[in-house]
């Protein structure tokens, strides 16, 4: 079934009653476990996700191995004019790059919320809410790559003080933009003014933003770890030729469990931003997801 969703004036921002309890730190882990483990149950019933970040992967890796076997074979030296044309390419890099995740990333968050909605989405509904917002993506992906070029240019140039302001600001950043994405696509807000409402929803649902975010990190990377025995059984049963046969299945299980991270990632995204906005459990979500809030 095609869904359209409409979109009205800017969400408001909930606030909970004067007199609601406020949970403590593990109470807001705990939340965010409980908030993991319901996004997986929503990309079970919408696995056509997972299809996103595959798509943006392959466009995205495409693009930087025709930028470095093009560097590797045709580019000068790097110094004076030849730098510049360097740092400028990987901009134009950069920029396309966070241009195609952000539009992938769109899809899915337009899909999830259809789906958190209680309604049936198609991938076409993914794309179609991406689309229509092509130039706010455009405009976020330049200001993302400005920030990524900044931080790599900070980097470089102070050395290991550099590398460590670089990976403190990136870090402050991303929890600033956590939410970037729904508040462009649904508000129809610019680039910076959806840093500003992602930092002040952020600041709203810092506990069950942070203690999913945690949680989910902590669940794939157990499960990546299980990619490892692949390489010890190749080894084992198959000496160099094992070895490079357990390699690539291991590869192809871990490029597998990202698109999943991905694709959950996104549906956690939706249902942090809907909690933030509304007020609202959606359905499929226990109440007692949100109890300590309310």
């Known amino acids: 079934?095609?869904?359209?969703?409409?979109?009205?004036?800017?969400?408001?921002?909930?606030?909970?009653?004067?007199?609601?309890?406020?949970?403590?730190?593990?109470?807001?882990?705990?939340?965010?476990?409980?908030?993991?483990?319901?996004?997986?149950?929503v990309l079970r019933q919408e696995k056509s996700l997972v299809v996103l970040p595959f798509l943006s992967f392959l466009i995205t890796a495409a693009a930087w191995g025709v930028f470095f076997v093009s560097l590797f074979l045709f580019a000068p030296p790097l110094d004076g004019f030849n730098a510049w044309l360097w740092y400028v390419g990987l901009f134009l890099l950069y920029v396309f790059t966070y241009f195609i995740s952000t539009y992938f990333t769109s899809a899915v968050i337009g899909i999830a919320k259809i789906r958190l909605e209680g309604r049936d989405p198609t991938l076409k509904d993914g794309f179609r809410i991406a689309s229509e917002n092509l130039g706010r993506i455009f405009g976020w992906a330049l200001l993302s790559a400005t920030v990524g070029m900044m931080l790599r240019a900070i980097a470089e140039r102070f050395g290991f003080v550099g590398r460590i302001v670089a990976g403190i600001a990136g870090v402050a950043w991303g929890i600033a933009t956590y939410l970037v994405v729904p508040v462009l696509i649904f508000e129809k807000l610019g680039p910076w003014a959806s840093v500003k409402r992602s930092g002040s929803l952020i600041r709203l649902t810092w506990?069950?933003?942070?203690?999913?975010?945690?949680?989910?990190?902590?669940?794939?990377?157990?499960?990546?770890?299980?990619?490892?025995?692949?390489?010890?059984?190749?080894?084992?049963?198959?000496?160099l030729l094992g070895l490079l046969v357990g390699l690539i299945a291991a590869i192809v299980y871990w490029l597998i469990l990202g698109f999943v991270a991905a694709a959950t990632q996104g549906v956690l995204v939706t249902?942090?931003?809907r909690y933030a906005t509304t007020g609202e459990i959606a359905p499929g979500f226990p109440p007692e997801v949100f109890g300590a809030r309310f």
């Open 271 to 273: 249902a942090l931003y």
């Open 1 to 41: 079934m095609h869904c359209r969703i409409p979109m009205a004036a800017m969400p408001t921002t909930f606030h909970p009653p004067a007199s609601a309890r406020k949970p403590g730190f593990f109470e807001r882990l705990g939340i965010g476990w409980r908030l993991t483990k319901v996004s997986l149950g």
């Open 207 to 239: 506990g069950e933003a942070a203690g999913a975010y945690f949680t989910l990190s902590a669940v794939f990377v157990l499960l990546g770890l299980a990619g490892l025995p692949l390489l010890v059984i190749g080894a084992v049963s198959g000496g």
